[in-house]
């Protein structure tokens, strides 16, 4: 998708302040396409590396989806926004419901992080407001020890073997992970 178009497609109506990083971090052009090698990271990198495996077929009303990661697992929406740099777009999403593989490399400061994860992202204009309705949890890096949690990952250079199942027929929505709201 040209540069231009996608940055249209993305831009925010709200606060230029609040969002205009957000909308310039979805603006990234450029793919996640699978990489010739294992998955793993090369020399040098930092970040995490790893393998996707797409289940279920591409639903129709998907714009993109972006692998991410979280320092603090998001307890609201303006979470949402404390994400680490954002992976270029996997564009060579399958078709087809059988399995498929992606590699993938996201280029991360040296920390912790408490999420890994895959957004899937409905075509639609994104804002604060309608984050639950065009964002889904797709898939997410796991707990080894325990896999209904997620995996915390320590980032020191190139972090390898960070796997995880993109599910389509399994995706959460945002309010998905979010205390529900106390009533006073």
């Known amino acids: 998708m040209p540069r231009n178009a996608f940055r249209a497609a993305l831009a925010c109506t709200f606060s230029a302040c609040t969002f205009s990083a957000l909308t310039a971090l979805l603006a990234c052009d450029g793919g996640l396409a699978p990489i010739a090698e294992s998955g793993g990271c090369p020399p040098g990198f930092s970040g ?8 279920g077929a591409v639903p129709e009303s998907t714009q993109v ?9 998001p307890r609201n929406t303006t979470d949402l926004l404390t994400f680490a740099p954002l992976s270029p777009p996997l564009l060579d999403l399958p078709g087809s419901p059988a399995d498929t593989i ?5 280029p991360l400061p040296a920390g912790r992080y408490e999420w ?4 899937w992202k409905k075509v639609g204009v ?4 309608n984050a639950d309705s065009l964002l889904r949890e797709a898939g997410y890096y796991r707990d080894p020890g325990n896999p209904t949690q997620p995996g915390v990952v320590d980032v020191m250079g190139g972090r390898d073997s960070i796997d995880f199942i993109v599910d389509f027929a399994n995706m959460h929505p945002v309010s998905f992970y979010f205390p529900p709201a106390v009533s006073p």
């Open 116 to 119: 890994i994860l895959a957004v």
């Open 102 to 106: 992606a590699t993938y490399r996201l």
């Open 48 to 55: 995490a590396c790893g393998t996707v495996v797409f289940r």
């Open 126 to 129: 994104l804002t604060l407001t």
């Open 65 to 73: 989806v972006y692998v991410v990661a979280y320092a603090r697992f």
